[in-house]
């Protein structure tokens, strides 16, 4: 980026004073004249010179010099910035996503599982400096990307992400270990999960107080989200013959004791998502909360302006010199 700037710029004030010479000159340009009083002149209008019309132009060449060393005392010269960012605190963030039947439930639009896509993948798009990495559970735990700083790649996963993949059931647990799992060899600064779940740990083989224990003694923050309504939702209760999901209202149950005490063991904080707004409010404050510090250096090169004014302010000089004692002399 370049930009034209003045080092001095309360000099150019000082121009201010031209017009004001100027017009003193033509004021009293008749005071620099020779006068001759005759009582006639008709003997000298065939003798008359264009030299005496010219001479104005001495002071012109002086307003011009002096306006250009005004110029030249105020230092122009074009500024070249180049930036460069130096990521210093770098956080790597696992999200442990619930993938269960109930994340098909309808009281998020259109449903729970695609609303969090939606969010986490502008979760990720707003993270450029950090390496994210995905997780999911439902009755059992997969890695579906480890931590990298490719955001093609994570935001392709979330899209990817479907619900029937993995047994059913919620394994928060495994989720959460899994989570654990991903960053236990990480260098990061800052090391971070955000574990999501729609119900009820009720199965799998990792209890989910040891999983928070594990990130605790790893240095690991956990965030924890309870999503869905509080009282009744729309959820997938049995396949038709054709195999096609139906719905019913059911209530929604969200260990919420144990999803705050991971949070409060692991030094994170709990949340609770009731419908896309508060699900996306609740991922722009984890953005927030954590944040990455950068240093960001500039760069100055700076191409001065003011020697071509010099020189210029010089020639006018020089060339009202000579004039005034060459061609002017007589009339001066």
């Not at 004073?17 to 340009?29: A, D, Q």
């Not at 950068?294 to 302006?305: A, M, Q």
């Amino acid at each position: 980026m370049t930009n034209f700037e003045f080092t001095n710029p309360l000099l150019l004030w000082l121009l201010l004073v031209i017009p004001l010479l100027g017009y003193w000159f033509f004021k009293n340009r008749k005071k620099d004249q020779a006068t001759l009083k005759i009582p006639s002149i008709q003997a000298f209008k065939a003798h008359q010179s264009i030299l005496p019309k010219l001479k104005p132009i001495l002071y012109v060449f002086r307003l011009l010099a002096l306006s250009l060393l005004i110029m030249a005392l105020a230092r122009p010269r074009n500024v070249a910035v180049s930036k460069k960012s130096k990521t210093v605190r770098g956080i790597d963030i696992v999200m442990a996503i619930d993938v269960s039947a109930s994340m098909l439930a309808r009281d998020l639009k259109p449903n729970r599982l695609e609303a969090l896509k939606k969010v986490a993948e502008r979760f990720v798009n707003e993270r450029p400096n950090d390496r994210i990495g995905i997780v999911v559970y439902a009755g059992e735990s997969f890695t579906q990307t480890p931590i990298t700083s490719d955001k093609r790649i994570i935001t392709n996963t979330i899209r990817n992400i479907h619900w029937g993949e993995l047994d059913n059931g919620t394994a928060i647990g495994m989720g959460l270990g899994s989570a654990v799992n991903r960053l236990k060899d990480s260098k990061a600064k800052s090391k971070v999960i955000i574990l999501l779940t729609d119900g009820v740990n009720n199965t799998g083989f990792v209890d989910p107080k040891t999983a928070s224990e594990l990130a605790k003694y790893l240095g690991i923050k956990v965030y924890t989200i309870g999503l869905g309504t509080n009282g009744m939702a729309l959820f997938p209760v049995a396949k038709d013959i054709n195999g096609k999901l139906k719905f019913d209202y059911a209530k929604v149950e969200i260990d919420e004791d144990l999803l705050k005490h991971i949070a409060k063991q692991t030094e994170g904080k709990y949340f609770r998502a009731t419908n896309n707004k508060s699900l996306a409010a609740i991922y722009d404050e984890i953005n927030k909360l954590e944040t990455t510090k950068i240093e960001e250096f500039k760069y100055y090169n700076y191409s001065e302006k003011y020697r071509i004014l010099v020189l210029f302010a010089g020639l006018f000089i020089l060339l009202e010199t000579l004039l005034r004692f060459t061609l002017f002399r007589s009339l001066v």
